[in-house]
């Protein structure tokens, strides 16, 4: 069965372009959270997606936005880079995101930004 | 507000002994928790869950203990080995949403 698929693996932007993140998550899983991760703040949790919608979200600014398709696989952007937004991204996924369920997560997308 | 903390940020042991990892919740209505293990320029691992109605879990070496109302929990790995060197993390899910809320990790290295 293969695991979370992230694509791209590397990513490097400028201040100020957009970029779009895609995460597949294990096949009949359908709940996909995404998280961000830097060296200063650790692990925090962006927003998490269940049947094509948007069921929680972190305290991120609404430059970052995602959504999710019928095939569960996930999408997130962000817009306006700014060089803060530099980290690994990184995305799970469980059955229906119940809690008492282990999230299984992708490699991630190291995004750098100049 | 839940915060997580994990003792110490970095250990380094030789091979062969047992260790503990420590991580530490303040508040104590969690519905479950995780530990993973993150190897460089990769992704999380989940190594064990623990609900809140449990005390301890097993997989093979490793063994994680919650005790809720002190808000701690422990990461127990046995006759470590090389390959055990990771950064591993615990995450608290609370009852209320679907996020986990992460320690910052600790960085082992198992020294042949």
């Known amino acids: 069965k293969a695991g979370v698929t992230q694509t791209p693996r590397y990513l490097i932007k400028t201040r100020g372009q957009q970029v779009t993140l895609s995460c597949s998550p294990i096949s009949g899983h359908r709940s996909v959270s995404w998280y961000q991760q830097t060296p200063g703040q650790g692990l925090q949790f962006l927003f998490e997606y269940f049947s094509e919608t948007q069921r929680n979200k972190g305290n991120f600014p609404g430059r970052f936005s995602g959504r999710q398709f019928s095939n569960s696989r996930s999408e997130m952007n962000v817009s306006t880079l700014e060089l803060g937004d530099s980290a690994l991204y990184l995305c799970?996924?469980?059955?229906?995101?119940?809690?008492?369920?282990?999230?299984?997560f992708g490699d991630g997308t190291r995004l750098s930004i100049l | 507000k839940q915060e997580v903390t994990q003792i110490p940020a970095a250990l380094s042991v030789p091979e062969g002994e047992n260790l503990v990892l420590n991580c530490s919740f303040t508040?104590?209505?969690?519905?479950?928790l995780q530990w993973f293990r993150q190897d460089p320029g990769k992704g999380l691992t989940s190594l064990l869950l623990?609900?809140?109605s449990q005390r301890e879990q097993t997989s093979g070496r490793l063994n994680a203990s919650l005790d809720k109302s002190s808000g701690r929990s422990t990461l127990y790995i046995a006759a470590s080995q090389p390959g055990d060197s990771a950064t591993y993390l615990c995450a608290v899910t609370t009852d209320s949403n679907y996020q986990l809320i992460w320690g910052a990790g600790t960085k082992l290295i198992i020294k042949p």
């Open positions: 508040d104590s209505a969690i519905y479950n």
């Open positions: 799970a996924s469980s059955l229906d995101g119940g809690l008492h369920q282990p999230q299984h």
């Open positions: 623990i609900q809140s």
